[in-house]
């Protein structure tokens, strides 16, 4: 869609209008929208109108759409269509949020920008992940078809989404629906310079796929067909791929094939995983038995369990049967950082378990506001009624009184009688108040107002230390110093990148590093030349350097040209700044620094958990211990008002 330009109005399947968002994607075949007023989906819209085709097989997919392929797959939701003309126009999907391109986990480069935490344990859960979804979509009797890195994203906790669902091959009782693309270097020998389209995948198929995904995670983005190759003539990754010529297998001597310089060999795995490998990629499987998504979930969680961490560089984890850490032998050869800093042990506060803590805080319940305790709705006591009784007496004795005076004045001075009946009335007020305060009145008030003191005495401090607001900052500062801590492997990063290089090469070589030959338009290296490249640690432009290319095979003149002439191009945009300087010793302080921070962050946040802690339990002492005074003290304020409002109604 061009600037300016509308989105479609659409509706889905009960004719409900789907009102689109921003822009998720574009493609070759549509564009992936938000849709507004729900966070979790997305809609998909194709340049075009679907075919008959297309619908069938997008509606057949909504209705063998079960929870489990909706956890592993963005599959299909509903069909959405035009408004206007009614037309099949799109389909909705779950919305794939927070999660990257399966590449940018097993590139170094990229893994160490965008999954700073990732070592070769997350390489492994990820793989698991990835076989764990090839399980469920088998299950319900589909085929991916098209396996390539484009098609699984990936999130910081390794779970895994496939996308791009419509182009499954999904079987229905009544109609096979195919898949008619596909990536050569994911695709089996079987299918190898054979036309996509009209072929009917099985699972075995995927299960290549999926081996050839599961070898570029575990050996560092190296495609497991690209090798040298010691015949005649070239042997490019396809090719290698149609005659089972597998560099690491252990029958590589016969194929004519040897692995890239500076591989681990298959062996570091382990002899399951070898194994699987072995039996994937051999011809004897072509016809079937490759090993299934399940058997890669078995022996990939056993791998992870059996790693142990380096001695030498603390972000490198290997298979414990090893005697040497695989990942240190790269690097000492030339191989790219393969993995994120870690501080050494023994550093202060490297024994803190931050996310252990957090487990912990998440456990606790929220204890919330201090209870409210009321007084209770009472009858008076006996003696407020005895009490009561007693001042409905004296009325009619003062009264009396007060009759008699005016009487005896009247008497004595009849003239005067409207001075005898004021005195009359006084005298029965008087007569009256005497008695009501021998009668205890005030001293009901004045329990009242005692009781309602003892009650507003201890409130503040029960809703201070009973309620929760102590709690909730306490954890608020477990939670901030905890992002500051989440933060560190990025402000790391971040610092380093900004230590630029005093000689020219140095920071010609950081500004090269960020253009990956996986993102480049460069003619004649397509999908296939790049994943070789990859294979040999050729990632970016600062690598593409004459003498290392032409160890590549099938890499010649006009090839190595090419790449040359593409890191030229970035090299006339970079700009050489005298005024910035670096030295080792620099280098060493960033490293210092994240150490220092690092360990203070962890004592913080190893003391504020226990703050938290503290806090969360005397709020249960608290409330456990005061709440009986409380209560009575409420209880004795509910009584001393029932007995006041009674007494003063009289």
């Given at each position: 869609?061009?600037?300016?330009?509308?989105?479609?109005?659409?509706?889905?399947?009960?004719?409900?209008?789907?009102?689109?968002?921003?822009?998720?994607?574009?493609?070759?075949e549509?564009?992936?929208?938000?849709?507004?007023?729900?966070?979790?989906?997305?809609?998909?819209?194709?340049?075009?109108?679907?075919?008959?085709?297309?619908?069938?097989?997008?509606?057949?997919?909504?209705?063998?759409?079960?929870?489990?392929?909706?956890?592993?797959?963005?599959?299909?939701l509903?069909?959405?269509?035009?408004?206007?003309?009614?037309?099949?126009?799109?389909?909705?999907m779950?919305?794939?949020?927070?999660?990257?391109?399966?590449?940018?986990?097993?590139g170094?480069?990229?893994?160490?920008?965008?999954?700073p935490?990732?070592?070769?344990?997350?390489?492994?859960?990820?793989?698991?992940?990835?076989a764990?979804?090839?399980?469920?979509?088998?299950?319900?009797?589909?085929?991916?078809?098209?396996?390539?890195?484009?098609?699984?994203?990936?999130?910081?906790?390794?779970?895994v989404?496939?996308?791009?669902?419509?182009?499954?091959?999904?079987?229905?009782?009544?109609?096979?629906?195919?898949?008619?693309?596909?990536v050569e270097?994911?695709t089996?020998?079987?299918?190898q310079?054979?036309?996509?389209?009209?072929?009917?995948?099985?699972?075995?198929?995927?299960?290549?796929?999926?081996?050839v995904?599961?070898?570029?995670?575990?050996?560092?983005?190296?495609?497991?067909?690209?090798?040298?190759?010691?015949?005649?003539?070239?042997?490019?990754?396809?090719?290698?791929?149609?005659?089972?010529?597998?560099?690491?297998?252990?029958?590589?001597?016969?194929?004519?094939?040897?692995?890239?310089?500076?591989?681990?060999?298959?062996?570091?795995t382990?002899?399951?995983?070898?194994?699987?490998?072995e039996?994937?990629?051999?011809r004897?499987?072509?016809?079937?038995?490759?090993p299934?998504?399940?058997?890669?979930?078995?022996?990939?969680?056993?791998?992870?369990?059996?790693?142990?961490?380096?001695?030498?560089?603390?972000?490198?984890?290997?298979?414990?049967?090893?005697?040497?850490?695989?990942?240190?032998?790269?690097?000492s050869?030339?191989?790219?950082?393969?993995?994120?800093?870690?501080?050494?042990?023994?550093?202060?506060?490297g024994?803190v378990?931050?996310?252990?803590?957090?487990?912990?805080?998440?456990?606790?319940?929220?204890?919330?506001?201090?209870?409210?305790?009321?007084?209770?709705?009472?009858?008076?006591?006996?003696?407020?009624?005895?009490?009561?009784?007693?001042?409905?007496?004296?009325?009619?004795?003062?009264?009396?009184?007060?009759?008699?005076?005016?009487?005896?004045?009247?008497?004595?001075?009849?003239?005067?009688?409207?001075?005898?009946?004021?005195?009359?009335?006084?005298?029965?007020?008087?007569?009256?108040?005497?008695?009501?305060?021998?009668?205890?009145?005030?001293?009901?008030r004045?329990?009242?107002?005692?009781?309602?003191?003892?009650?507003?005495?201890?409130?503040?401090?029960?809703?201070?230390?009973?309620?929760?607001?102590?709690?909730?900052?306490?954890?608020?500062?477990?939670?901030?110093?905890?992002?500051?801590?989440?933060?560190?492997?990025?402000?790391?990063?971040?610092?380093?990148?900004?230590?630029?290089?005093?000689?020219?090469?140095?920071?010609?070589?950081?500004?090269?590093?960020?253009f990956?030959?996986?993102?480049?338009?460069?003619?004649?290296?397509?999908?296939?030349?790049?994943?070789?490249?990859?294979?040999?640690?050729?990632?970016?432009?600062?690598?593409?350097?004459?003498?290392?290319?032409q160890?590549?095979?099938?890499?010649?003149?006009i090839?190595?040209?090419?790449?040359?002439?593409?890191?030229?191009?970035?090299e006339?945009?970079?700009?050489f700044?005298?005024?910035?300087?670096?030295?080792?010793?620099?280098?060493?302080?960033?490293?210092?620094?994240?150490?220092?921070?690092?360990?203070?962050?962890?004592?913080?946040?190893?003391?504020?958990?226990?703050?938290?802690?503290?806090?969360?339990?005397?709020?249960s002492?608290?409330?456990?211990?005061?709440?009986?005074?409380?209560?009575?003290?409420?209880?004795?304020?509910?009584?001393?008002?029932?007995?006041?409002?009674w007494?003063?109604?009289?």
């Amino acid at each position: 869609m061009n600037p300016g330009e509308s989105k479609p109005d659409v509706m889905d399947s009960k004719g409900r209008k789907i009102s689109l968002g921003a822009i998720l994607g574009k493609g070759g075949e549509g564009t992936v929208y938000e849709v507004r007023h729900s966070a979790d989906t997305a809609a998909k819209v194709y340049h075009g109108p679907l075919s008959a085709d297309r619908r069938a097989k997008i509606q057949a997919m909504v209705n063998i759409r079960t929870e489990g392929l909706g956890t592993v797959a963005a599959w299909p939701l509903d069909l959405l269509a035009l408004r206007e003309s009614r037309q099949a126009i799109g389909l909705l999907m779950p919305k794939v949020a927070n999660k990257k391109n399966i590449h940018h986990v097993y590139g170094p480069k990229s893994r160490l920008k965008d999954f700073p935490k990732a070592d070769w344990r997350f390489l492994i859960r990820t793989a698991a992940n990835v076989a764990r979804a090839f399980v469920g979509v088998h299950e319900a009797k589909c085929v991916i078809g098209d396996v390539n890195h484009g098609s699984i994203m990936v999130a910081e906790d390794a779970t895994v989404s496939l996308i791009d669902c419509d182009s499954f091959q999904v079987g229905t009782p009544g109609r096979q629906f195919l898949c008619d693309v596909g990536v050569e270097t994911f695709t089996p020998p079987e299918l190898q310079g054979k036309p996509f389209r009209g072929a009917v995948r099985t699972p075995n198929f995927d299960n290549f796929g999926l081996a050839v995904m599961v070898f570029h995670l575990l050996f560092m983005g190296r495609h497991p067909f690209a090798g040298r190759f010691f015949g005649v003539g070239e042997m490019p990754i396809a090719k290698a791929i149609k005659e089972c010529r597998f560099p690491y297998s252990a029958q590589h001597l016969a194929m004519q094939m040897e692995q890239p310089p500076g591989t681990p060999p298959l062996s570091f795995t382990g002899n399951e995983i070898a194994q699987l490998f072995e039996k994937a990629f051999s011809r004897p499987t072509i016809m079937g038995g490759r090993p299934l998504a399940r058997e890669w979930v078995s022996a990939l969680v056993a791998l992870e369990k059996s790693t142990k961490q380096c001695g030498i560089s603390r972000s490198h984890w290997y298979p414990s049967h090893l005697a040497a850490c695989p990942w240190c032998r790269m690097e000492s050869l030339g191989a790219n950082p393969l993995f994120p800093f870690v501080m050494p042990a023994g550093v202060p506060g490297g024994g803190v378990d931050v996310e252990g803590l957090w487990r912990m805080l998440q456990a606790l319940e929220n204890p919330g506001p201090a209870p409210s305790i009321e007084s209770p709705i009472v009858p008076p006591s006996a003696e407020a009624v005895k009490v009561a009784g007693a001042i409905r007496v004296a009325q009619p004795v003062a009264a009396a009184v007060g009759f008699c005076v005016f009487v005896a004045g009247v008497a004595f001075k009849p003239a005067l009688f409207w001075l005898f009946g004021i005195g009359a009335f006084l005298t029965y007020i008087v007569t009256l108040n005497a008695f009501s305060r021998d009668s205890g009145i005030e001293r009901f008030r004045k329990l009242q107002s005692e009781a309602e003191a003892a009650v507003e005495g201890v409130r503040p401090e029960w809703e201070r230390r009973a309620g929760g607001q102590l709690f909730h900052e306490a954890k608020a500062r477990f939670i901030n110093l905890k992002a500051e801590f989440d933060d560190i492997p990025k402000r790391r990063f971040g610092a380093l990148e900004a230590l630029k290089a005093v000689q020219r090469k140095q920071q010609l070589n950081n500004f090269l590093a960020k253009f990956e030959i996986e993102d480049a338009q460069i003619e004649g290296i397509g999908p296939a030349r790049k994943r070789l490249l990859e294979s040999y640690g050729i990632e970016a432009a600062d690598d593409v350097v004459a003498s290392r290319l032409q160890s590549v095979p099938g890499f010649g003149n006009i090839m190595i040209g090419r790449l040359v002439g593409w890191r030229l191009s970035i090299e006339r945009k970079f700009v050489f700044d005298s005024t910035r300087t670096i030295d080792p010793r620099d280098i060493a302080k960033v490293e210092q620094k994240i150490q220092a921070l690092r360990s203070e962050l962890q004592n913080s946040l190893k003391t504020v958990h226990e703050e938290v802690m503290k806090v969360h339990a005397e709020i249960s002492a608290t409330r456990r211990a005061m709440r009986p005074k409380l209560e009575q003290l409420a209880n004795a304020l509910g009584q001393a008002r029932a007995d006041y409002n009674w007494v003063k109604a009289i």
